[in-house]
């Protein structure tokens, strides 16, 4: 029997569109699926919605399991053929609030802090710890199951997976699918949605939109840059950022702007705080989100299981597309975080890079870019040489290079001296406890 491991089955909302998406396709729907987290009360809650959504939808096809606790952790992933990454190391309380809360100290403010910067950073160590773990047990109980990884920082996590550990392993992320329809839809370019063709590639929440044509072969450029350009000029709204990367790169990339506010030292700079208001950049938003989603979480849940009569339509999300074209041997084209190896021939090989892949029955194959125009490239490296470092610091352990990371952090690096550096991550370092024991 076909088996779907879900770590972090306690994201109930995410864990409800992917494994509610395996129950509505004919290749999954019969699987057994596992749920994992260490949280026992939200691992029962998604149990319950998916219980309801394979009884509602599914006719009580797939066969679900909970497994709850690191001693039970093997026994989820044993034999599992897809494991599917969602976890959150260190929650919302204590460590996305020490996140954000120390950096401010020292003047560096933050939007969402979960892909670079200082969260980024900080997020990335305390959960490659883990990841390593799971990569050990399922090297020994699964050895050939692809890991599907949904969780932040994307390209720290899976360039230490896909380097350091024997897992196959592929980084998903919600953007890319809708990049181009997002934008038209902003843009009144509706029209122009039906048939046309993209090219995309980049890093994870900093991929390029490369090439867009409509059915025709018609170039959309010109048009996208000017109303782009209009629409910053005369009005204030939630793409502004973006918008700015079109004007001035000459590009539009897959991610919001309240993330990309944060990936350069452009946006977010005290000696020029009116332009926070001027670009209308959400500080300190995902503590915000946090914030709403678990006060209103009751309600939610009582909202998504409608008096047991909840139902699901398939999502937009990669994940249940490419495990059926894996088991069925029917090709899928995604967004995919893989290894760059000769991907974009002017970004490092060892760097995480996001570009389209095919999923077939022999696997997933990236498929090959070429070389990016030179400022998005350069625009990469300055998020990939964090990236880097970052990973070199999961390594060694070492206190130096996580110094050293927040050094090269474009955002960081432009506020803080690197006595004001070494400080706040020495600070982060005490207060995240036992998640950073490792590092001396």
Not at 143 to 169: E, H, I, S
Not at 197 to 211: F, P, R, S, T, V
Request: glycine share 6%; charged share 25%; net charge negative.
């Amino acid at each position: 029997m076909l088996k779907i491991t879900f770590m972090g089955a306690g994201s109930t909302v995410f864990a409800r569109n992917v494994l509610g998406d395996c129950m509505c396709s004919p290749a999954l729907c019969e699987a057994e699926i596992a749920l994992y987290d260490i949280d026992p009360v939200r691992l029962e809650e998604s149990e319950i919605i998916l219980s309801a959504i394979n009884q509602n939808v599914n006719e009580s096809r797939a066969t679900i399991r909970t497994f709850c606790g690191v001693d039970n952790r093997k026994e989820a992933l044993r034999n599992a053929d897809f494991v599917v990454n969602a976890i959150q190391v260190g929650g919302y309380d204590p460590c996305t609030i020490l996140d954000f809360e120390i950096p401010k100290k020292y003047g560096l403010r933050q939007t969402i802090a979960d892909t670079l910067g200082i969260g980024g950073i900080m997020r990335a160590l305390r959960t490659i710890s883990v990841m390593k773990a799971f990569a050990e047990d399922m090297e020994e109980v699964c050895p050939d199951a692809w890991l599907l990884n949904y969780t932040n920082p994307m390209a720290m996590l899976c360039g230490y997976m896909q380097r350091y550990t024997k897992v196959k392993t592929v980084g998903l992320c919600h953007s890319v699918q809708v990049c181009s329809s997002d934008l038209f839809k902003q843009l009144g370019m509706e029209d122009k949605l039906e048939g046309r063709k993209e090219i995309i590639a980049g890093i994870n929440h900093m991929a390029w939109l490369l090439d867009i044509r409509d059915k025709d072969g018609n170039d959309l450029y010109p048009e996208i840059k000017k109303r782009a350009a209009e629409k910053n000029d005369n009005e204030k709204h939630d793409n502004m950022v973006r918008y700015e990367y079109i004007r001035h790169f000459g590009y539009y990339c897959t991610e919001s702007s309240e993330h990309n506010a944060e990936y350069n030292p452009f946006y977010l700079k005290n000696r020029y705080p009116e332009l926070v208001e001027k670009y209308k950049i959400p500080l300190d938003e995902y503590p915000r989100r946090c914030i709403k989603q678990i006060d209103g979480w009751k309600e939610e849940k009582e909202r998504i299981l409608q008096n047991g009569e909840i139902t699901h339509e398939r999502s937009k999300e990669y994940a249940s597309h490419i495990m059926e074209a894996i088991v069925t041997g029917n090709p899928y084209t995604f967004g995919g975080n893989v290894i760059n190896e000769g991907l974009i021939d002017n970004l490092p090989s060892d760097a995480c890079v996001e570009v389209m892949c095919v999923a077939d029955g022999s696997g997933i194959h990236p498929t090959k870019v070429g070389r990016l125009p030179v400022q998005c490239a350069a625009m990469n490296m300055t998020n990939i040489n964090c990236q880097l470092m970052t990973i070199e610091a999961a390594v060694t352990k070492k206190r130096e290079d996580i110094y050293r990371a927040a050094m090269l952090d474009p955002h960081t690096a432009a506020e803080l001296s690197i006595d004001d550096i070494i400080a706040m991550c020495d600070e982060l370092i005490e207060a995240h406890g036992d998640y950073m024991k490792d590092y001396q």
